[in-house]
């Protein structure tokens, strides 16, 4: 923290999740600490502020009404920047909390916090706290479960699992709520999901949203490098990453999960031997994480048809890839609950002039690179319960080009995927 800043605590979570139950209580047991509080409701009225705290008096002014208890809530319908400034100069109080609408993303919040601005001069993120309903949960990723979709505050209409997902992932503290409405061995399950995607947050469990102020305010934990790495599937894929790089090319097993398809040689076509070390951290339900390496492209079609044949029981899902005949660009796949979608992430360095390959290697010595083929190579994390480990391995392996593939034209694949930079591929939607 910097001498003299504010704290902020970023209470984020899906609609229904209880985050206004949480910041009541909060309020109500925080005695020694006067707390602001910043309301974002995407609603014409803002239900959230009317919610916090019944039967206080409220002094409103211009969308902000002061709280007995010293709170401070707001629409926040204005720009967020504008608001916490005037807060910082116009009030006094020990720690800030945003509540995040459920239909926010917490990075972009913490972000504007953490970068060169008035804001950040006065205020420091403490910590980001998600709150998720252990009710809704199955709703989003059990098996089969239906898509619900929500609009983003950019106007773009997404499946509900994807906030929900990109919430878990980017936190400090996940508060698992209304566990009194779930029994305890859904509950285990439940936080065995939640860890596999989140590994590095503190779970708490919670009834009604009560939970001691001193566990989630003032904590000191918010590190933005260090929550921007932390998701599951983005460790998955660091340890897939290292074993890869430091793979001899014999046929290997170790402890980190990693499927590795290794180098081959173009020019004689040689299909090396493949690694099938992989985990099996078969806890108690079950929750595996499978990870994908491949440096070969893969074909098109048979990618397309493996994506749209994956079984139930994959919760996240997450990768880059190369298919033959796109040279050019990257592809990347992304899975939360029932929804998935293929799109394009950006051109390959390989596929860059070479003044800018130069650069980008100069500044990223560290980073993989094949003589032959560049940056181009397919990196995909699975992490499911009861995950068919061995048979997404092997169809994955059937996805690759084989020798006399390596010989044919790519351009003359079958390709569905999506062509330009707005293009989107959808499954289970």
């Known amino acids: 923290m910097n001498q003299g800043s504010i704290p902020v605590t970023i209470l984020s979570g899906n609609l229904g999740a209880g985050k206004t139950t949480t910041l009541n209580h909060l309020l109500r047991e925080s005695d020694d600490i006067d707390i602001a509080v910043l309301v974002n409701d995407m609603g014409e009225i803002n239900i959230d502020a009317e919610l916090l705290e019944d039967g206080t008096e409220l002094v409103a002014d211009e969308g902000v009404a002061e709280l007995s208890n010293g709170c401070i809530c707001c629409e926040l319908q204005d720009d967020l920047r504008t608001e916490v400034s005037r807060l910082a100069r116009e009030w006094e109080f020990d720690t800030l909390v945003v509540e995040a609408s459920g239909i926010s993303e917490p990075a972009p919040i913490a972000r504007l916090f953490t970068t060169e601005s008035r804001v950040a001069a006065r205020y420091d993120v403490d910590a980001t706290v998600t ?88 904590r000191g934990l918010f590190d933005l490098g260090a929550v921007s790495d932390s998701a599951g599937w983005k460790q998955a894929m660091e340890h897939a990453e290292e074993h890869a790089d430091g793979h001899d090319g014999d046929h290997h097993h170790d402890s980190e999960g990693t499927h590795d398809h290794n180098n081959h040689d173009h020019n004689n076509h040689d299909h090396n031997n493949h690694d099938h070390g992989h985990r099996h951290p078969q806890e108690a339900f079950g929750i595996t994480s499978v990870s994908y390496h491949a440096t070969r492209p893969l074909h098109p079609a048979r990618l397309h048809d493996f994506f749209a044949s994956l079984p139930d029981g994959i919760v996240r899902a997450k990768g880059t890839f190369w298919v033959a005949g796109r040279d050019d660009v990257k592809l990347e796949y992304g899975q939360a609950g029932s929804s998935a979608r293929v799109t394009i992430a950006g051109a390959w360095i390989a596929s860059l002039p070479e003044i800018d390959q130069d650069l980008y290697r100069s500044n990223r010595s560290a980073s993989y690179w094949d003589e032959e083929w560049g940056d181009r190579r397919t990196q995909l994390v699975f992490i499911g319960t009861d995950v068919d480990e061995d048979g997404i391995l092997a169809a994955l392996d059937d996805c690759v080009l084989t020798d006399d593939e390596m010989d044919a034209d790519w351009n003359a694949f079958d390709d569905p995927f999506p062509s330009d930079e707005d293009g989107l591929l959808t499954y289970g939607e």
Request: aromatic content about 4%.
């Open 131 to 218: 709150v998720v309903s252990a009710r809704q949960f199955r709703d989003f990723f059990e098996p089969g479960a239906p898509v619900e979709r929500t609009e983003t505050e950019d106007g773009e209409v997404r499946p509900l699992s994807d906030l929900v997902i990109e919430q878990i992932e980017f936190c400090d503290i996940l508060l698992l709520n209304k566990c009194d409405l779930v029994d305890d061995d859904r509950l285990d399950e439940i936080e065995a999901t939640l860890r596999a995607l989140q590994p590095r947050a503190e779970l708490i469990r919670t009834e009604h949203g009560r939970v001691s102020p001193d566990r989630v305010l003032q």
